[in-house]
């Protein structure tokens, strides 16, 4: 005996959602709670320097305060004898921390807007 395709089609959408159904009467699962390890401290370290030891202005940064609001163009005048660096305006400038470099931090518009070491 032949069914046809449409009857078929019916008893296997008929047993597929019955067995859907019977799904969602299994119970929930028990919620799971994390375990949570005790943090131990952290000991402190000595003996860094870098960022985190800055020195009071060993480069001597005050000395050309004067420089504040001129040109940028006006630094290798100053008679610098030490090593420095020119930030311009949003520049990239590497992060090694070095407290004898005299830093000149320029404005948009080109003028020394700071002076630090770094």
Do not use: W
Request: hydrophobic share 40%; charged share 20%; net charge negative.
């Amino acid at each position: 005996m032949s069914r046809s395709p449409l009857i078929s089609l019916t008893l296997i959408s008929a047993a597929l959602v019955g067995g859907l159904a019977l799904t969602g009467c299994a119970p929930a699962p028990a919620p799971t709670v994390p375990v949570v390890e005790p943090v131990e401290a952290v000991p402190a370290v000595s003996g860094m320097s870098g960022l985190e030891e800055r020195k009071p202005d060993l480069c001597h940064a005050k000395d050309y305060s004067g420089a504040l609001g001129q040109p940028g163009s006006t630094i290798a005048g100053l008679g610098i004898t030490r090593t420095y660096r020119v930030v311009e305006f949003r520049g990239i400038e590497s992060q090694e921390y070095d407290p004898n470099r005299i830093v000149f931090r320029l404005d948009q518009a080109g003028n020394i807007q700071n002076v630090d070491c770094g």
